[in-house]
């Protein structure tokens, strides 16, 4: 059975950090690109971060460039998302997932079937 199981959300304060966990089993980890989108209240989901199936290849998206850094440990089958500089517009529910491609959106937006796997989601609040 395949989880995706992400944790670490909570509220912070703006300028503050968190870093999500997502942690994955039922599949290949080690073959499978990771990413991280998330949905705001209201909103559509919105592409956050990349990491290719060895770490070496990360992208970001525009709004969390320089704030956000993702990782994974392949050992650990668990991929992360540090987030530093938190605004309260980064306030959502943050998903991972996973797919053996690489994906990118370019004047789209994501969506949850495009991709093999698909976690449950960590709530994140960031207060003024």
């Known amino acids: 059975q395949v989880q995706l199981v992400a944790s670490g959300g909570g509220s912070a304060q703006a300028g503050g950090s968190l870093r999500l966990s997502c942690a994955a089993s039922?599949?290949?980890?080690?073959?499978?690109?990771m990413y991280w989108v998330r949905q705001a209240p209201g909103k559509g989901l919105e592409w956050v971060a990349s990491?290719?199936?060895?770490?070496?290849?990360?992208a970001y998206g525009d709004l969390v460039k320089g704030r956000f850094t993702i990782s994974r440990n392949n050992a650990k089958n668990t991929v992360y998302l540090q987030m530093n500089s938190l605004k309260p517009e980064d306030t959502a529910t943050y998903y991972c997932a996973a797919d053996p491609r690489w994906r990118s959106w370019v004047g789209s937006l994501p969506s949850e079937d495009e991709f093999t796997y698909w976690g449950q989601g960590t709530q994140v609040t960031v207060s003024i």
């Open positions: 039922g599949f290949t980890f080690s073959s499978y690109w």
């Open positions: 990491i290719g199936s060895n770490g070496n290849f990360k």
